[in-house]
């Protein structure tokens, strides 16, 4: 069910999770530091308890409120609003939000709607509009295809098309969890070194499969032929899971998939295509 933002604020000022758009994909959100409303996304996704939420804020003074801020994340907020969400030591955010983990993922959303709601409301949980498992809503059709019913702000489709990337800022050293349209050449630049790979504990960090129900193979980048081809490199993530959706739905199986060439988004895409063949 399509609503307007005023009437999302309203929703989510008294406990309901509406869908809404971001720059990266359609986030569920629900009011942030309200204990009941975030447990009902939970449930919704069917999420287990211990897999942590983004918290979406308005603005970097919003996210040093509620974490213990890191030097080097003002190396990086310029990239705010932006697709980048930083892992920091926990302050004041509820335990449901971060699965209980004492540590906190948090980022500003480029998007004018998603901007205009937190203004609005204040900080967001928000994890990807599908459900557990599933690949992430791109266009506002795929959630309701995902959720029937569901209250959603339309957006249109998502400018960058894979999920935020993913920096920890909890070690010595800056540590990349997820590859996103921040690339990691970028990272690498403004931080010096950044180690790259593990996750939090969650066991398996099974919510990553992004797959679709037929099978998905992967052939090397530059291989003619594919279902889904790497076209010019962020068109490809803009298009990635619509294109999954759509081979999906056309009963397509094995999707094959061609891999983006490995650098900068590119990584990001080879992640998401990843895991879509391991799941
Ligand atoms: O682009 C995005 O990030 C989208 C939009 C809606 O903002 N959100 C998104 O949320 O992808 P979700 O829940 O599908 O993925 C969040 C990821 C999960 O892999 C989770 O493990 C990781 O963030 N995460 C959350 N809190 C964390 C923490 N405290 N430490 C490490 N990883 C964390
Ligand atoms: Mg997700």
Redesign the pocket.
């Known amino acids: 069910m399509r609503i307007l933002p005023a009437e999302a604020v309203d929703r989510l000022l008294a406990g309901s999770i509406v869908a809404i758009p971001?720059e990266?994909?359609?986030?569920?959100a629900a009011d942030g530091l309200n204990e009941a409303a975030v447990r009902a996304i939970f449930v919704a996704k069917g999420?287990p308890a211990d897999?942590?939420?983004?918290l979406?804020v308005a603005d970097a003074e919003r996210a040093a409120a509620h974490a213990r801020w890191d030097e080097r994340a003002d190396l990086l907020l310029d990239l705010w609003p932006g697709?980048l969400?930083l892992?920091l030591w926990?302050r004041d955010v509820p335990a449901i939000v971060?699965?209980g983990?004492p540590?906190?993922?948090m980022?500003v959303?480029d998007h004018p709607i998603a901007l205009e709601i937190l203004s609005a409301v204040g900080p967001l949980a928000?994890?990807?509009?599908?459900r557990f498992g599933g690949v992430?809503p791109t266009r506002v059709e795929h959630v309701g295809i995902e959720f029937p019913g569901l209250p959603v702000v339309d957006g249109g489709p998502c400018r960058?098309g894979?999920?935020?990337t993913?920096v920890?800022l909890?070690e010595g050293r800056p540590r990349l969890?997820?590859p996103?349209s921040v690339s990691l050449e970028e990272l690498m630049a403004r931080l010096g070194g950044v180690e790259v790979g593990g996750?939090?504990a969650?066991p398996g960090?099974l919510?990553?499969h992004y797959a679709p129900r037929g099978r998905v193979v992967l052939v090397p980048h530059g291989t003619p032929g594919a279902h889904v081809p790497a076209p010019e490199r962020t068109e490809h993530a803009r298009r990635l899971y619509d294109d999954l959706r759509h081979h999906d739905a056309l009963g397509v199986d094995p999707i094959v998939c061609e891999l983006a060439a490995p650098v900068g988004i590119g990584l990001a895409v080879n992640d998401r295509l990843m895991r879509a063949a391991a799941g």
């Open positions: 971001t990266t994909v359609y986030g569920l999420r897999h942590p939420l983004i979406h697709p969400t892992v926990n971060r699965g983990h540590t906190v993922a980022r959303p928000a994890p990807s509009a599908n992430s960058v894979v999920e935020s993913i920890s909890l969890l997820r996103g996750t939090i969650a960090n919510e990553a």
